[in-house]
């Protein structure tokens, strides 16, 4: 008896890797009706997520201002749920009806203003040769000059205005196709804050039970990151939010080219760290720049101004040093996201490398290596 489950033992041994070779081939060969298979169910179950996706993502940056309310002025739950959704519906309406046709009306105005612009530059920079004595005989560096502005800067400048446009347009169309995934996410949201300690009582029991030893480190974890990402996401959007009303009123003081568009810029650029102020002053400038040197000048001085004192009152105010990340590797974190990631991640970069610093710094002292 022993010996005969000796022999089907070693048949066994000798039969798996057959019948895995066998498997293995009609993958191969059915690959493609495979990946087919497999990439619809998961647009499918994609597409059954996504309000749940879009409900939590709300859930979880509302919960803040919620708990805020509640804490700050003693609301009860339903009545601090009605107020945050009641104010963000009206922001939503006020700038779809006044900002959004504006900024839109900004962008079609700079994409066919753009080749005079590219005009009133090239005669600019002649004047400024003209006034430093440097006469240009040389022909075929005038040609040169004019080349490098007809066949490079015009189009250029043409094509990102235009991609300016098409972007705004996508996110309106985006909107809209995604109106009703929306419409459920807003409905999924207010049930998870008004049930959420439910839920995560019940997370928290699934927790202990998969993870055993490893729930106490898994939590703690878990709550750093929340409260670094939570707190960072909304206190850099009222950051923002503030900045770019800023710009758009001084600008606006300043009689710059379109300052509501160029504010709304900066505000959202604001939102990446260390580069996006910069990012959103180099568009201001350039913009205005087409249309009037001396204007350009100044609204680089005021967004540098601005910038600063956003830098040394607003951000200390309302993000202040929660996150904790010195600039080197803020510069990284930013850096590496902004080539694998999209913007998410490169909001997320900053509060996610805090996390992984405060841990190395615990596993340094921990080895008494700090």
Do not use: H
């Not at 002649?126 to 080349?147: P, T």
């Not at 959420?196 to 039970?209: A, D, R, T």
């Not at 990012?279 to 101004?305: Q, R, Y």
């Amino acid at each position: 008896m022993d010996e005969i489950k000796r022999e089907l033992l070693k048949s066994v041994k000798y039969v798996i890797p057959i019948i895995l070779i066998f498997l293995g081939v009609l993958i191969l060969e059915n690959s493609s009706s495979i990946y087919n298979f497999v990439s619809t169910n998961i647009s499918t179950v994609n597409n059954l997520l996504a309000p749940f996706f879009i409900g939590f993502m709300i859930a979880y940056i509302l919960n803040q201002p919620m708990k805020y309310l509640e804490s700050k002025f003693k609301l009860k739950r339903g009545i601090s749920i009605s107020l945050i959704y009641g104010i963000l519906a009206l922001i939503i309406v006020f700038i779809w009806l006044f900002i959004i046709p504006i900024i839109k009306s900004n962008i079609n105005d700079i994409s066919t203003s753009i080749p005079l612009g590219i005009g009133q530059a090239e005669t600019l920079i002649n004047n400024i040769f003209s006034k430093l004595k440097l006469n240009i005989n040389n022909q075929e560096a005038k040609v040169q000059i004019n080349d490098f502005f007809t066949n490079i800067l015009l189009p250029l400048s043409t094509t990102t205005a235009t991609m300016l446009s098409d972007f705004l347009i996508n996110i309106m169309s985006s909107i809209v196709s995604y109106i009703f995934n929306i419409f459920l996410g807003i409905v999924i949201s207010i049930y998870l804050l008004l049930s959420k300690e439910k839920y995560l009582e019940v997370i928290n029991i699934l927790s202990k039970k998969v993870l055993a030893k490893y729930y106490l480190i898994v939590k703690e974890f878990i709550n750093i990151l929340d409260k670094n990402i939570g707190v960072y996401i909304v206190a850099k959007a009222i950051d923002s939010t503030i900045y770019g009303i800023i710009c758009t009123s001084i600008l606006y003081l300043v009689n710059a080219k379109y300052a509501l568009f160029l504010g709304t810029i900066a505000g959202i650029t604001n939102m990446i760290p260390f580069f996006g102020p910069i990012i959103g002053t180099i568009v201001a400038v350039i913009i205005n720049l087409f249309f009037s040197f001396d204007k350009a000048i100044i609204v680089l001085i005021v967004m540098i101004v601005v910038q600063q004192l956003e830098s040394t009152i607003l951000e200390p105010y309302f993000v202040g040093k929660q996150v904790g990340v010195p600039p080197i590797f803020t510069i990284l974190a930013v850096t590496i996201a902004s080539n694998y990631t999209g913007f998410i991640g490169i909001l997320l970069s900053v509060p996610i490398t805090g996390v992984i610093l405060m841990y190395g710094k615990r596993f340094l002292e921990k080895e008494k290596l700090l």
